[in-house]
Nanobody, 118 residues
């Protein structure tokens, strides 16, 4: 059974940084695109960033230049480095990945809370 587990969330002051991790476990043949989403209170879940199996990245306009997505394929782990955080970044952050076991499907983590105090 494949699981995604996020970690690294917490409380940080505005202007600070956090690094989120997303670890995939289970019988995994390959991991295609990994993605980060977030959901702020009272708002819909929104896409934040993606990274393909080949390392190509893409970002939402609201985080471009402040967030960096990366991955360690040997460890089946993805990361989201978040710098210059502001109060609008407060949300539950979820990772998602397309994983082959060997058939491919999308998996979600349980989320990690990020709170930015102003």
């Amino acid at each position: 059974q494949v699981q995604l587990v996020e970690s690294g969330g917490g409380l940080v002051q505005a202007g600070g940084s956090l690094r989120l991790s997303c670890a995939a476990s289970g019988i995994i043949f390959s991991i295609m695109t990994m993605r980060w989403f977030r959901q702020a209170p009272g708002k819909q879940r929104e896409w934040v960033a993606s990274i393909t199996g080949g390392g190509n990245t893409d970002y939402a306009a609201s985080v471009k230049g402040r967030f960096t997505i990366s991955r360690d394929n040997a460890q089946n782990t993805g990361y989201l480095q978040m710098d210059s955080l502001n109060s609008e970044d407060t949300a539950i952050y979820y990772c998602s990945a397309t994983i082959g076991t060997p058939s491919y499907r999308n998996y979600w983590g349980q989320g990690t809370q990020v709170t930015v105090s102003s």
